[in-house]
């Protein structure tokens, strides 16, 4: 019996994700201001760790251009020996969580809230890169890294060794684009490493004078955390980070295994193993001092694309990545970091959900608003405090939207006072619903009408029954409560 029955499929596709992770790697920790060779850990270790544990079959794990921005944020303000110590606590977190059964708990986050942070982590990371691509230092912040960009344009002008490295960044950008339209059979072949690739021999061929990837060997690059690096989790920054680590990791992950579980036909995700499997790849990434990870919807969807069947797929493609980094690290020093720059503009692009948000504006506009100040506070202060904003005004506005109440009161004269009631009476609007019952007339019958209501709370059922006992001692009726049909009459 063929213990490993789809072991031609998963070969095959371990290869394609192979392609795909290796210029991802490089870009998102070169973007993130690390060693190029972190990345390739990170991608090892989801892989061969991640790939492993039960959680999601197809998903694949690995750095991941949405924890770009927060990832560099952590170096510079805490240094790279901390950012192991951030990982490996987030990673604990996340296997605490899942070990609480806290991994459906994500998917009740807003898609808004999401979608914003990916819209936001895109802009800061297309501002950011252009200045890479352009060879030139890109400001601390988001906000700086827009506003400067004029100024930015006006430099590269006048210098042809930015126009020069420009042009390989946009040259990047437009063989990943216009890939998509060429045959099916030269598509086998990823767009981002076609790119790369391609810029690396036009550099080499033409002599460019365009910056490089500094390579320092794999065993160099990793950096077991020290006691002093430990010590750092004593400071409120650091905590907020590893708290911020934790919670944009694992939504991203799961929200992507929702995502990859449409694409295929096989197991659906265990959110709460998968939530372990990413805490487990998490702290083996922090005691090597590499780069935290996610799992990755462009890889994810490619290993499913390219006919994956089991979980032997993604381990296969960690084990490419660790031969790769291992015999062949000077190839890393050919590849132009323009080049890396570009990649990293067309996946910030496409973290911006542009269709998305003309269709949420359309049907949920106060949805879209809560998208777009997600993205822009995470421009304007930074990662973990604008998905805090978005969480908050989410909370608002589903507390206004479950409160929303209409009240309708018609009185013909003769006969009682009609008072309707429709939408949602809860605790949070008791106050106006009282107000207005008990300025109505106490001599005169009334009917409350509450068949209209979508939802009625205990607070507010025991609060217009207390009224109505009132109102029947005032007047000469009795109370009369048909619940069964939801009304409550008065007088």
Same mark, same amino acid.
């Given at each position: 019996?063929?213990?490993?029955?789809?072991?031609?499929?998963?070969?095959?596709a371990?290869?394609?994700?192979?392609?795909?992770?290796?210029?991802?790697?490089?870009?998102?920790a070169?973007?993130?201001?690390?060693?190029?060779?972190?990345?390739?850990?990170t991608?090892?270790?989801g892989?061969?760790?991640?790939?492993?544990?039960?959680?999601?079959?197809?998903?694949?794990?690995?750095?991941?251009?949405g924890?770009?921005?927060?990832?560099?944020?952590?170096?510079?303000?805490?240094?790279?020996?901390?950012l192991?110590?951030?990982?490996?606590?987030?990673?604990?977190?996340?296997?605490?969580?899942?070990?609480?059964?806290m991994?459906?708990?994500?998917?009740a986050?807003?898609?808004s809230?999401?979608?914003?942070?990916?819209a936001?982590?895109?802009?800061?990371?297309?501002?950011g890169?252009?200045?890479?691509?352009?060879?030139?230092?890109?400001?601390?912040?988001?906000?700086d890294k827009?506003l400067?960009?004029?100024? +930015?344009?006006?430099?590269? *002008?006048? @210098?042809?060794? #930015?126009?020069?490295? /420009?042009?390989? %960044?946009?040259? =990047?950008?437009?063989?990943m684009?216009?890939?998509?339209?060429?045959?099916?059979?030269?598509?086998?072949?990823?767009?981002?490493?076609a790119?790369?690739?391609?810029?690396?021999?036009a550099?080499?061929?033409?002599?460019?004078?365009?910056?490089?990837?500094?390579v320092?060997g794999?065993?160099?690059?990793?950096?077991?955390p020290d006691?002093?690096?430990?010590?750092?989790?004593a400071?409120?920054?650091?905590l907020?980070?590893v708290?911020?680590?934790?919670l944009? +990791?694992?939504?991203?992950? *799961?929200? @992507?295994?929702? #995502?990859?579980?449409? /694409?295929?036909? %096989?197991?659906? =995700?265990?959110?709460?193993?998968?939530?372990?499997?990413?805490?487990?790849?998490n702290?083996?990434?922090?005691?090597?001092?590499?780069?935290?990870m996610?799992a990755?919807?462009?890889r994810s969807?490619?290993n499913?694309?390219?006919?994956?069947?089991t979980?032997?797929?993604?381990?296969?493609?960690?084990v490419?990545?660790l031969?790769?980094?291992?015999?062949l690290?000077?190839?890393?020093?050919?590849i132009?970091?323009?080049?890396?720059?570009?990649i990293?503009?067309?996946?910030?692009?496409? *973290?911006?959900?542009?269709?998305?948000l003309?269709? /949420?504006?359309? %049907?949920?506009?106060?949805?879209?608003?809560?998208?777009?100040?997600?993205?822009?506070?995470?421009?304007?202060?930074?990662?973990?405090?604008?998905?805090?904003?978005?969480?908050?005004?989410?909370?608002?506005?589903?507390?206004?939207?479950?409160?929303?109440?209409k009240?309708?009161?018609?009185?013909?004269?003769?006969?009682?006072?009609?008072?309707?009631l429709?939408?949602?009476?809860?605790?949070?609007?008791?106050p106006?619903?009282?107000?207005?019952?008990?300025?109505?007339?106490q001599?005169?019958?009334?009917?409350l009408?509450?068949?209209?209501?979508?939802h009625?709370?205990?607070?507010?059922?025991?609060?217009?029954?207390?009224?109505?006992?009132?109102?029947?001692?005032?007047g000469?009726?009795?109370?009369?409560?048909?619940a069964?049909?939801?009304?409550?009459?008065?007088?």
């Amino acid at each position: 019996m063929n213990k490993f029955p789809h072991l031609r499929e998963d070969f095959a596709a371990s290869l394609v994700v192979f392609l795909v992770a290796v210029p991802l790697c490089v870009g998102v920790a070169v973007a993130s201001g690390v060693p190029a060779e972190l990345g390739l850990v990170t991608g090892i270790v989801g892989g061969i760790v991640t790939g492993l544990l039960p959680g999601s079959s197809l998903q694949v794990s690995g750095p991941a251009a949405g924890m770009t921005v927060l990832v560099f944020e952590a170096v510079t303000e805490f240094g790279l020996p901390v950012l192991g110590v951030i990982v490996l606590a987030a990673g604990l977190l996340q296997l605490g969580m899942g070990a609480l059964g806290m991994g459906r708990w994500f998917r009740a986050i807003s898609l808004s809230v999401v979608e914003g942070m990916l819209a936001g982590i895109g802009l800061v990371i297309i501002a950011g890169q252009l200045y890479a691509a352009a060879g030139l230092k890109a400001p601390a912040s988001g906000v700086d890294k827009i506003l400067g960009l004029p100024g +930015a344009a006006v430099d590269a *002008l006048g @210098s042809t060794r #930015a126009l020069t490295s /420009l042009a390989v %960044g946009a040259g =990047t950008v437009a063989v990943m684009v216009l890939w998509k339209r060429l045959p099916e059979k030269v598509r086998t072949v990823p767009g981002a490493l076609a790119a790369v690739v391609l810029a690396t021999l036009a550099t080499l061929a033409f002599g460019l004078p365009v910056a490089t990837v500094e390579v320092q060997g794999l065993l160099d690059a990793v950096q077991v955390p020290d006691a002093s690096a430990f010590g750092e989790l004593a400071g409120v920054g650091v905590l907020g980070t590893v708290l911020a680590f934790t919670l944009i +990791a694992s939504a991203e992950s *799961l929200f @992507s295994a929702a #995502a990859v579980d449409r /694409l295929h036909d %096989g197991p659906r =995700t265990q959110y709460d193993k998968e939530l372990m499997a990413q805490g487990a790849g998490n702290t083996v990434c922090g005691l090597l001092g590499a780069l935290p990870m996610t799992a990755v919807i462009v890889r994810s969807s490619a290993n499913v694309h390219a006919g994956a069947k089991t979980k032997a797929s993604r381990v296969l493609h960690g084990v490419w990545l660790l031969l790769f980094a291992a015999l062949l690290p000077a190839a890393l020093a050919l590849i132009p970091l323009p080049a890396l720059a570009g990649i990293l503009v067309h996946a910030g692009w496409k *973290l911006i959900p542009f269709r998305g948000l003309v269709t /949420l504006w359309r %049907g949920h506009r106060g949805e879209a608003l809560i998208l777009v100040a997600t993205a822009v506070s995470i421009v304007v202060v930074n990662m973990f405090e604008g998905v805090l904003i978005g969480l908050a005004l989410s909370v608002v506005k589903t507390a206004w939207e479950a409160s929303h109440l209409k009240t309708e009161v018609i009185d013909k004269g003769a006969g009682p006072i009609q008072v309707y009631l429709s939408g949602n009476a809860t605790f949070l609007r008791l106050p106006k619903i009282l107000d207005g019952l008990e300025a109505l007339p106490q001599d005169r019958p009334i009917e409350l009408d509450l068949s209209g209501l979508h939802h009625l709370d205990h607070a507010c059922r025991t609060a217009l029954e207390s009224w109505a006992e009132r109102h029947s001692a005032a007047g000469t009726d009795p109370v009369r409560l048909t619940a069964g049909e939801g009304r409550v009459r008065a007088g």
